[in-house]
Nanobody
Framework: QVDLVESGGGLVQAGDSLRLSCAAS???????????VGWFRQAPGKGREFVAG????????NYADSVKGRFTISRDNAKNTVYLQMNSLKPEDTAIYFC???????????????????WGQGTQVIVSS
């Protein structure tokens, strides 16, 4: 069982950068390094959208087309933390950002939110024009 806590959101201007963090703890014992992690976002009135995902080992990442080249997902398994570096932010990036995890020591991160069974509470990102 993994608990996830996001941080790093805020109010920024278009073109600015933010780095989101997803801190994980696994109970009772074990390591987050056996989990794939995804970042999702949800804008007002819209469904939850896949943003980026990373394999348990960190060797593979995937991104939504809307963020490719601007966002980078990474992980530090020693710190039990996954990051989302967001550059060149746009107003349309405004949303609540969630990290999610699924126990999957091998295999690529899925795109659908229903594939993940652990979620954080979300962190708000607002990008002004």
């Amino acid at each position: 069982q993994v608990d996830l806590v996001e941080s790093g959101g805020g109010l920024v201007q278009a073109g600015d950068s933010l780095r989101l963090s997803c801190a994980a703890s696994e109970r009772p014992f074990g390591t987050i390094s056996s989990y794939v992690v995804g970042w999702f976002r949800q804008a007002p009135g819209k469904g939850r959208e896949f943003v980026a995902g990373i394999r348990a080992s960190g060797a593979y990442t995937n991104y939504a087309d809307s963020v490719k080249g601007r966002f980078t997902i990474s992980r530090d398994n020693a710190k039990n933390t996954v990051y989302l570096q967001m550059n060149s932010l746009k107003p349309e990036d405004t949303a609540i950002y969630f990290c999610a995890a699924e126990y999957r020591p091998y295999g690529n991160p899925p795109l659908g939110p229903d594939s993940y069974d652990r979620w954080g509470q979300g962190t708000q990102v607002i990008v002004s024009s």
